[in-house]
């Protein structure tokens, strides 16, 4: 019988063993720098899916604590760690969140209408200086003033 691996009940039969045989073969050395929960990932999926907003203490890579009210945009995985990209309403800016200093994470009920993301990608708006440097290919991006969450005060 073959290992159960996710989404193997929809795999057509060569498939599955392919997934099964790489489950069983692969070892992940390294694990992420932090350890953040399913339920978290899960609370800010929702909240992007259901634009919806999210309260949620933070606290920056200097110690300094802070509640935070955020558009949730997209969660990314970058260098082994999770980061949420969001709208950070206190600030009016575009923020970049280390998950694993984020908690008390809680859905906020209400409409809103959601800022635009200031740039192309995100890929773009993260090595662009989050927007603030131009681009090889392209040239300048989108205006933006969006900063990593406590490397400017805020």
Do not use: K
């Amino acid at each position: 019988m073959t290992p159960n691996v996710c989404g193997s009940s929809v795999l057509p039969r060569r498939l599955r063993r392919r997934a099964a045989a790489t489950a069983l073969v692969t070892e992940v050395l390294q694990q992420p720098a932090a350890v953040i929960t399913a339920a978290t990932i899960g609370v800010l999926a929702d909240a992007v899916a259901g634009n919806t907003r999210v309260r949620f203490d933070y606290t920056d890579r200097d110690g300094v604590r802070s509640e935070r009210l955020i558009e949730p945009y997209r969660h990314v995985l970058r260098n082994g760690r999770w980061y949420l990209v969001g709208f950070d309403v206190g600030r009016a800016d575009w923020r970049l969140f280390c998950i694993d200093r984020i908690r008390d994470l809680t859905p906020v009920p209400g409409d809103h209408e959601p800022q635009p993301f200031p740039d192309l990608s995100i890929e773009r708006w993260l090595t662009s200086d989050f927007g603030r440097a131009g681009t090889a290919e392209e040239g300048d991006p989108r205006p933006s003033r969006g900063v990593i969450s406590g490397r400017r005060p805020g």
